[in-house]
């Protein structure tokens, strides 16, 4: 049988985004499959593949000073496992190329936010580098980390129906997004992360965001 694991992401920001990917047992087999173990998962990992990933339920990005929030209703999520040797760690063995948040009922696709207004959010730190840092072979599940190494780090550009336009990264540019990943389903869970807005313009409503807040991406994505 075949075996091997992938880790995405996000989104994701919007956060966007997100992302792990993990390819198991097939389809078929993936309810009753034994978790992977650490070894089973490094060994997997050495040659490179592509991945795909779409969203379970929508992927929202949340301003949790002010509680605002913006929902998107589609997710997808795309790029590569990079080479990994046997028996090193998996921090940065997959990187996301490419993540799509949006709402194809609004015009242009815009995410739904607060008070009518629709969003879009574009990621603009390619490559996303995803790691796991830490797995329970007994719950099957694995927790990680999406950061960018770009420049800057991880970064989302927000604009608004209203003509806001805002930014959001992390402090000192090392903005990172929480998962957790589940080997038997293959979802891959955001959990908010560390980022904040770093700027927004005049046009911005100051009851919904502003400079310094924190913000947070939470959603889930499986793989195809």
Known sequence: MKKSV????????????????????PKSNRAN????????????????????MTNSGNITGKDETTGAA??????????????????????????????????PANPNGA?????????????????????LTSMDVNTAISNGTIISPKAGGLTVQV???????????????????????NHRTHTVTLKGGNLQVTSVDIN?????????DNASVYGSFRLN
């Open 6 to 25: 992938i880790t995405l992401a996000v989104i994701g920001a919007t956060t966007a985004l997100g992302l792990s990917l993990v390819e198991s047992t």
């Open 70 to 103: 913006i929902s998107c209703t589609k997710g997808t999520a795309s790029g590569q496992v990079a080479t990994v040797p046997v028996g090193s760690t998996l921090t940065g063995f997959a990187n996301a190329t490419a993540v799509s948040l949006t709402s």
């Open 33 to 52: 499959a034994a978790p992977e173990t650490p070894s089973a998962i490094r060994a997997a990992a050495t040659a490179p593949k592509t991945f795909t």
């Open 204 to 212: 911005c409503d100051p009851t919904l965001i502003n400079p310094g």
């Open 159 to 181: 604009v608004g129906s209203d003509a806001c336009h805002a930014t959001i990264a992390g402090p000192s540019g090392g903005g990172m997004i929480n998962f957790t990943f």
């Open 111 to 131: 995410c739904n936010g607060p008070s009518g207004l629709t969003y879009t959010m574009t990621i603009t730190s390619y490559p996303l580098q995803i790691s």
